[in-house]
């Protein structure tokens, strides 16, 4: 029990009122007492799960999801993360439209609310409209519930825009922590998030935008590594140089995968669209241009094959330091002779990190309960020192 | 919690006993303290869960809703009632086909309920067929729960049919109560329950018909108001016009929108298709035949364009009591400039009524779950009291 | 309570300690002990529901379903289970397509099962395929589980396979002890399980060979009887001859109905197609030759044709036993004259069985929650026990 009791005392020590009530939409705009709250909270919740000891703060009540773009893992561990706390998820499925017009968000968004805690929304599919559409949907439950429509005010975690990924990078951000055994020993340390070679289309910017939006408060040194024309958004890069600046780490940028790699802890590898032609992308969409789209994927796709040396090889990791950089991929990879035939990683490295990757990937539900359940109380570290005294177990059989 | 012991003890007074183990078809077969009691138990479900008190009666159990027709709104506060009472939901996906055959019905209905409290169904589409099927449902789970297949009796919750929709009207009826203060206050008050214009084609009878079956209760006097050719299900203006008769009110039709506003305190302008129009719609499906279903859906169209004037307009409104009835809409509306180019309602009209309509459409949650409940329990008033003692918190963070 | 005391009684006796922390693909595969608990624990739990006594084990945890065939009702006897224990059910929705890559499956696999309890998978459309998926995701989620990747291990449920189908022809069983008042009765009674005419194509073979896979077991005489070419898995009769042998009852195959059914106490009729059919269409689709596939499905219904007599008619049932055998289907039924104008079984004789066809039916749930319970807890007596002293009501109304 002491590592829950240590955890919960970091938690009291935190400033976390401006969460309580509030929305999860960029790692860069919480402070950085949020971000710890959030790893810690995670943490908490695992520990206690672990021990078998119910996290329900819900007698009943709804967590709603929205996925316009298809997902099954993130779908999960937002399912998970609602059943962790005691809601039930409601999925509002309409389909990858994109529901234009304002009075009907507002309407919607209301109507589907009237007991929902929380709301999760991934919109990655269009450059400048899915972070919009969720502070959108998020202001007008506000008013909802200013104005008595809504009894609880719903809150919102972005599971993936146009800009971020916070539910990803904090659960990759909080494996980084754990396997260099905290955060007090990652001052210093390399990061490269570079660009990588997939015979896929269009893949969002979130990840890589996520990452040097997050990774870049820890000390480190982060380099942003793609061939020229696969840029990230100007801001994000902004927001990347002001925090390594701050955080006495650096941000640095490179069209070189090697160089990137040189000597790198840590290495993230993986596929994106550039900002442009997502910009292009978005643009041919709004007019209902599907012969542009059709076109424009022909472009890109022929602009990534040029690239197909940005895959991370053995050799590539054999440049990192002690040739042992932990690798990290948001999953699903492309992997070299195993999902195509060529990719994102050889099939070795991957294999070699399985286990590593999947144990990132399990941060997911806790990173996005620990979101909600800092939305919804005023004293976390309280709650959590409840639900240990309660020690309801999870699984009494 | 006052107001919830005065509900309670007013619940204690009223005759609920033919609802329990029984289903909810249509408004007009239940009796004045049936009706009185759905209103009180749901506003009692409303002020536990704003105490944030639990209101599960259930530990386990399932609730099956079966929607024939798309919907949003009325699927989330199915879930939301299933979810308040501690059922979980199971959808039901049949896509819009009827299953015509009774053989069938029979079968799946019991199949699907072994561990089914509730079902709610939504089957609006075909005139003279959804209340029948629903009825079907209800019979062979009865007689499934008698042969001793089912171990529970699974009620039914109609959640739209071809003839009445009593959990949207029940919900606005509630509105207009609060609104007016009481059911007290309602005597003498004028409703105009209108057609409107619609761009678009086929809309179920369900509401207006529901609205007159309902609000004839309650000593107003109705009026309805349609262009000729609009007319709604004769056998349900019998029932409007002899509940009126009974209430003290009055039930009138007239074929001039202007006619029903002049001194209404309340207004309902709303789109339908004629009965007849459904009944050969219903046919032509019936019959599979596409073409005529286009033909006809191009003549309708025709037909509604020649009516854009019933629209409710800020001059339409300005004709209402004092030029501020309270305007009803079961949601979404034909917004002019909003959603469409001219539709049912002036955008600055609507506009003014937002945030009542919205707190309108939150009744429909309650009303719902207060349908469920007194099908499930004998004693309604016990059944509130017990949950107010028990003053589990819904919400424990 | 003396039935449920009994039952509790009677699980403590059997060993079922293999059955913790371990899969349910074949019945074949587990003992008689393991049998015999399944059956106690599921009328164990049934009537610990029937006293309303609350059978939750878990207070929180996923279930979750696979489905690569249409499912309605054992979707439904999958989500009662789930919910009778206390998990909420996530659907992975993948379509019918096969996932054939190995190292897709283990990622999926993982990914969705950081909090999942149990999986319950129905994959029977491809012989030589269902079955090994099954496996390959129960060994992909244990080993997670070894290596720290998922907190619990997600105990797998065959929902049916190209082999077996444990949840329905389990309820089938625990249907006839019941019928004849106890397993002590079977020996010696004779059972029929005939092909039967239906006018629909690619029937799965799970049924008849988990019907003769588990029957045989009990002493009784087993005869299979189908139309030449109509073949089971030859592995599969090999294990009912090894069975009935040990049981000191008998398997015996002929391709006359009217042989099987002569003095029959227990029939079971129904359709499928041949093994050596269904073993060329996984090729077919293995090949994406949907010409082929066609061509297949035309020859196969011409060849069912030619059976049309192979229905079990009043005529045929009057050769059983007194002419009263019990008639059993897994539903739904291809009934002459109601679903179909011919089919398997005289719509006379499916209207006499109606109401036992239903609860055989209605163990389903029952039976899957046995099988995730005991895949749960290492003491199933003591669980029920401990449920029983609790009595937490599952309705509380």
Wanted: aromatic content about 10%; glycine content about 8%.
């Amino acid at each position: 029990m002491s590592d829950i009791k240590q955890l919960i005392e970091q938690i009291k020590k935190l400033d976390t009122k401006n969460m309580y009530m509030n929305d999860f939409f960029l790692t860069w705009e919480k402070t950085d007492d949020e971000i710890a709250a959030t790893f810690a909270v995670a943490e908490g919740l695992r520990a206690l799960r672990e021990k078998n000891i119910s996290t329900k703060i819900f007698d009943s009540g709804l967590a709603i999801s929205l996925f316009r773009d298809n997902s099954t893992r993130t779908r999960f561990s937002f399912a998970s993360a609602a059943n962790l706390l005691g809601l039930e998820v409601q999925d509002l499925d309409e389909g990858k439209s994109q529901i234009a017009h304002g009075e009907t968000v507002r309407e919607t968004a209301n109507m589907i609310s009237f007991m929902a805690d929380v709301i999760g929304i991934r919109d990655d599919m269009y450059i400048g409209k899915g972070n919009t559409y969720m502070r959108n949907v998020a202001n007008y439950v506000k008013e909802g519930y200013e104005d008595g429509v809504l009894e609880q005010r719903p809150t919102l975690v972005n599971l993936q825009c146009d800009i971020d990924h916070p539910t990803q990078v904090m659960s990759d951000m909080l494996h980084v922590i754990n396997t260099f055994g905290g955060v007090e020993n990652l001052k210093g340390k390399k990061v490269a998030m570079t660009w990588a070679y997939s015979p896929s289309y269009g893949k969002p910017l979130s990840v890589p935008q996520g990452v040097i939006g997050l990774m870049t408060r820890f000390g480190m040194d982060v380099t942003l590594a793609h061939p020229k024309g696969y840029d990230l958004m100007g801001d994000v890069e902004e927001v990347a140089k002001k925090q390594a600046a701050a955080s006495g780490g650096s941000y640095t940028k490179t069209y070189d995968m090697d160089e990137a790699f040189k000597d790198a802890d840590i290495v993230y590898p993986k596929s994106w669209a550039s900002f442009a032609a997502m910009e292009q992308r978005t643009e041919l969409y709004g007019n209902g241009d599907f012969d542009g789209i059709k076109a424009l994927e022909k472009q890109l796709l022929a602009e990534n094959a040029k690239h197909t040396d940005w895959e991370c090889t053995e050799e590539k990791m054999a440049k990192t330091k002690d040739g042992k950089a932990l690798y990290l991929h948001c999953l699903p990879a492309d992997i070299t002779g195993v999902s195509c035939k060529q990719g994102e990683v050889a099939g070795s490295v991957f294999d070699r990190y399985r286990e590593p990757l999947y144990k990132q990937a399990g941060y997911k539900p806790y990173i996005i309960a620990a979101m909600m359940l800092l939305s919804k109380v005023e004293d976390p570290g309280k709650t959590l020192e409840k639900l240990l005294k309660q020690g309801t177990p999870r699984f009494n059989g």
